[in-house]
């Protein structure tokens, strides 16, 4: 039987850590018996809501749903941040507990670059916050990524795609680290470059390019 007295929200951002998030969401919702809502805050210019970002909201919100919970996308407007859509959601929905990983990323900026914090625990009141560490890669990346694995990322219909053969001249070999909790193929696909080592970001079997 649900446990009307808590309700979990997990916010996830733009990056390789989101699955993680929802399914520490997920299981603390189960241990509580506490219905689970999965947040994304999106930013206010569409055209800062790129293929890469599609792909991953593609991914959160089937996991969610299949966690059986539900997941929200809310827009910042009229000058407000996201520690104020955070807050707006989970009062809504009578939050009780809240869980956000700590990253910097892109629209996330301001989690590392201000008081995200400071501001979101003066919005939610009592509700719990939970900050689940996250690390940036190449640092510590067997904690976040599986074992990685040789593979080629192979030049089809103009895009690249993660292969365990190469194929065709254009072909870029190098090792692939799969993210930990994840049936997708997404994470991180180490290579050569003119003798440095480069990591690219890989989006359900995709090279997902920087548009930064």
């Known amino acids: 039987m649900e446990n009307q007295q808590e309700s979990i929200l997990v916010c996830v951002h733009y990056g390789p ?26 930013p206010a210019k569409r055209e800062e809501y790129n293929l890469e970002k599609e792909r991953y909201v593609a991914g959160w919100r089937k996991q969610t749903e299949e966690c059986g919970g539900e997941f929200l996308v809310r827009a910042c407007s009229g000058g407000s941040k996201a520690p104020d859509v955070i807050a707006e959601a989970a009062k809504e929905f009578g939050v009780t507990q809240i869980v956000i990983g700590r990253a910097i990323q892109s629209f996330w900026h301001e989690i590392a670059h201000g008081d995200f914090v400071d501001e979101l ?18 640092e510590l990346l067997e904690e976040t990524h599986e074992k990685g694995f040789p593979a080629y990322l192979v ?3 103009g895009r690249y795609t993660l292969s365990r053969e190469a194929s065709g001249d254009d072909a870029i070999p190098g090792i692939f680290f799969r993210e930990l909790d994840t049936d997708f193929d997404s994470g991180l696909f180490k290579t050569n470059r003119n003798g ?5 970001k890989i989006v359900q079997g995709e090279w997902i390019k920087s548009q930064s």
């Not at 625990?121 to 190449?138: F, S």
């Open 121 to 138: 625990l003066e919005r939610i009141g009592a509700t719990d916050l939970h900050i689940v560490a996250v690390q940036r890669y190449p």
């Open 155 to 157: 030049l089809r219909k």
């Open 196 to 200: 440095q080592a480069e990591y690219l």
């Open 17 to 42: 850590h989101g699955q993680r998030l929802i399914q520490r969401g997920s299981r603390l919702a189960q241990l509580l018996g506490a219905p689970l809502r999965v947040l994304t805050v999106a």
